[in-house]
């Protein structure tokens, strides 16, 4: 059975750097044609992807500002993990991390509706 379970700080000050990590279990994060991605859902707004990172390791980044997102992954503990520096309100938000199949051997990703599995979210507060 695929897990996925978020970890890090539910409060961050402005700012700061948040770092949230997902822990797979049931599969291995490496498995040809997975994105694992981080999406997340701000009070009264619609779910967005922050970015993913694929089973090959390349990463991209969705959500605006991209230059304060990163994602990278420890293969060895079947995790990955979000930084997000230089954190403001507006970062507030739910954050999931989820396992996303993609077509044409990894060459294209659905929408986040298609994402097969879930964490069950970790709120995240700004605030000083």
């Known amino acids: 059975q695929v897990q996925l379970q978020e970890s890090g700080p539910g409060l961050v000050k402005p700012s700061q750097t948040l770092s949230l990590t997902c822990t797979v279990s049931g599969t291995s994060i490496e498995i040809n044609y997975y994105y694992w991605a981080w999406i997340r859902q701000a009070p009264g707004k619609d779910k967005e992807a922050v970015g993913y990172?694929?089973?090959?390791?390349?990463?991209f980044y969705i959500a605006s500002p991209k230059s304060r997102t990163s994602i990278s992954r420890d293969t060895s503990m079947n995790q990955f993990t979000l930084q997000l520096t230089s954190v403001t309100p507006e970062d507030a938000a739910v954050y999931y991390c989820?396992?996303?199949?993609?077509?044409?051997?990894?060459?294209?990703?659905?929408?986040?509706?298609?994402?097969?599995?879930w964490g069950q979210g970790l709120q995240v507060t700004v605030s000083s």
């Open positions: 989820a396992r996303c199949p993609s077509e044409m051997l990894g060459q294209v990703i659905g929408p986040i509706d298609e994402c097969d599995y």
């Open positions: 990172i694929s089973y090959n390791g390349d990463a």
